[in-house]
């Protein structure tokens, strides 16, 4: 069974302070794991994949597989970094299986 | 070009009404999926195409749940004698690629928000 957990559902943070998600997954194999993230009243969508390994709006998550974790982080989080992130997973098949999200407050 | 789009945006039913939720993918994708998310949880996998054929329903709670696409484009989600638990909203998301290839993005419509009164 795959399985994704995200333990922050709130995370308030200042604006030019660093912001980390916790992301943690279960697998027996090699995942892809993913972020992805919803702006205020707009659609979900991709914000990076750990196998192209590149920096997406500042963000930047390394996947872990000692300790089976793909946190996303931003050394200087802005106001439009406000939204809901999720962790999701896919076992190379076509399946994702997300975890339960973090919504990211970023105050002035 | 145009996204994945989903309509309605909003259905409200009374329990034991059927309703049809409708999802055009973006022209060409192979893969069309189904994801149901329930008030602060993430989408939960439903069910998955690949052109006309329905590969994987694992994911449909019971048999009031079906999904069809028979030309291979437009998908429909019908849920028969709907109950409170189905409120939810229901994501369609459409992807390039066949269930064998490499994985490849999946590209999310704006969703079904549903309400069974």
């Known amino acids: 069974a795959q399985r994704v957990t995200q333990p922050e559902k709130l995370l308030s943070v200042f604006k030019g302070a660093p912001v980390e998600l916790k992301c943690n997954y279960s697998y027996s194999g090699s995942p892809e794991l993913f972020w992805y993230v919803q702006y205020s009243r707009q659609r979900l969508q991709l914000l990076l994949r750990h196998i192209s390994r590149e920096s997406i709006k500042g963000f930047t998550a390394d996947l872990n597989k000692g300790e089976t974790s793909f946190h996303l982080k931003k050394p200087f989080a802005q106001e439009e970094d406000s939204a809901m992130y999720y962790c999701a997973l896919s076992g190379h098949d076509y399946k994702l299986s997300f975890g339960a999200g973090t919504t990211v407050t970023v105050r002035a | 070009g145009a996204g994945v789009s989903q309509s309605p945006r909003y259905k409200v039913a009374k329990r034991g009404q059927d309703v049809a939720l409708r999802c055009d993918p973006i022209?060409?994708?192979?893969?069309l999926f189904w994801y149901q998310q329930a008030l602060g949880q993430g989408p939960e996998f439903l069910t998955y195409f690949q052109n006309e054929a329905q590969l994987d329903k694992s994911g449909l709670p019971s048999d009031r749940f079906f999904a069809e696409r028979p030309e291979g484009s437009v998908s429909t989600l019908k849920i028969q004698r709907t109950q409170q638990e189905d409120s939810a909203v229901y994501l369609c998301?459409?992807?390039?690629?066949?269930?064998?290839?490499?994985?490849?993005?999946?590209?999310f419509g704006p969703g079904t928000r549903l309400t069974v009164l």
């Open positions: 022209s060409g994708h192979v893969s």
């Open positions: 998301a459409s992807s390039s690629s066949g269930a064998s290839e490499y994985y490849n993005e999946q590209f």
